[in-house]
């Protein structure tokens, strides 16, 4: 771009990791090697402020203008000019973002406050496990969150209604042309759910609906939801997640996880020195956390036998 020259905006390219785009006052928008050899420079009439290469294609950019436009480029044409110029805004726009997760889908913000994701917005970024998520970050000292969610409303009741994954999750070259039609899901997001889907072949509609909500309606804060859906339709303990233990337990393993964890807080007893290191528990502790367990798991005698082998029995407890 040139000494003294302010540059807004650099991105890696997804799919080729050697290329990297940036945007500069200089009405220029760059494309360079890892090396610093230049690839391809592409020339605006303003100042180019952003710019986002296409998730599914390495050779397709983005970039947002000072003339109130957004161009599509292809690197690597001997023809510099724009695939295509995107109208619309009434002032300088910022930046652009692909879709992670709906190939064609492509969101700008602008200074003229009517882009839906928000006022004067100057930062956009999609969250990296919720492709549906779309931050934004204003002049007005906000930043606010966006729920993409509606575009892909069809392809989440063909999953929930059972339909092959087939039919909601295709290749870019099945969308129509049109990105708010409810064409197939092409992204890396559904991509990647495609190819679990394939991998782990769900025989049943509770192990499908796991993976489609995982992409669609991820859950916070209940890290094995779906096993206590296992759990309530008999399924055995063996096919459920190894964090089954750890989160939320249906009652009736409640007791048979207390009495294996406090069987393995007593094996601290074939130790000498208790589980050593600074800051760990002394045998003590952890025979005494053993026994709180037993007692939790209702299993008195055992709880009784360790509070008199820690010296701490009472008369009365002995006797019951």
């Known amino acids: 771009h040139g000494k003294g020259v302010c540059v807004f905006c650099v991105s890696w390219n997804q799919k080729d990791a050697r290329k990297i785009a940036s945007a500069g006052a200089d009405n220029n928008c760059m494309v360079h090697h890892a090396d610093g050899s230049l690839i391809q ?26 003339d109130k436009q957004v161009r599509v480029f292809y690197v690597g044409s001997s023809n510099s000019q724009p695939l295509k110029i995107l109208s619309g805004h009434t002032l300088k726009v ?50 606010r969150l966006w729920s993409l969610l509606p575009l892909a409303s069809i392809q989440f009741w063909k999953a929930l209604s059972g339909k ?100 393995e807080l007593e094996l601290i007893k074939m130790t000498r020195y208790g589980t050593g290191g600074v800051g760990a528990k002394s045998k003590e502790d952890c025979l005494l956390e053993a026994a709180n367990k037993h007692l939790l798991a209702g299993n008195l005698q055992h709880y009784c036998e360790l509070k008199i082998e820690l010296g701490e029995a009472r008369k009365d407890l002995i006797s019951v």
């Open 164 to 263: 092959p994954v087939s039919d909601f999750i295709g290749l870019p070259a099945e969308s129509t042309k049109d990105p708010l039609s409810p064409g197939p899901l092409c992204g890396i997001a559904s991509k990647q759910l495609k190819d679990n889907f394939l991998k782990q072949k769900p025989k049943d509609m509770i192990s499908a609906l796991q993976l489609y909500t995982e992409l669609f309606v991820p859950l916070n804060g209940v890290t094995n939801m779906w096993d206590l859906v296992k759990v309530v339709n008999n399924w055995d303990v063996a096919q459920l997640s190894p964090q089954y233990k750890h989160g939320i337990v249906h009652k009736k393993h409640l007791t048979k996880f207390k009495i294996s964890e406090a069987q």
């Open 41 to 66: 420079s592409f020339k605006h009439p303003g100042t180019v402020y952003g710019c986002d290469w296409n998730p599914s294609n390495e050779n397709i950019l983005a970039t947002a203008c000072e």
């Open 94 to 143: 910022f930046r652009v973002k692909w879709s992670l997760l709906k190939d064609g889908i492509l969101c700008s913000s602008s200074d003229d406050k009517l882009v839906s994701c928000g006022e004067t917005n100057y930062r956009l970024s999609c969250h990296p496990s919720r492709p549906f998520l779309l931050a934004s970050t204003s002049r007005d000292s906000t930043v």
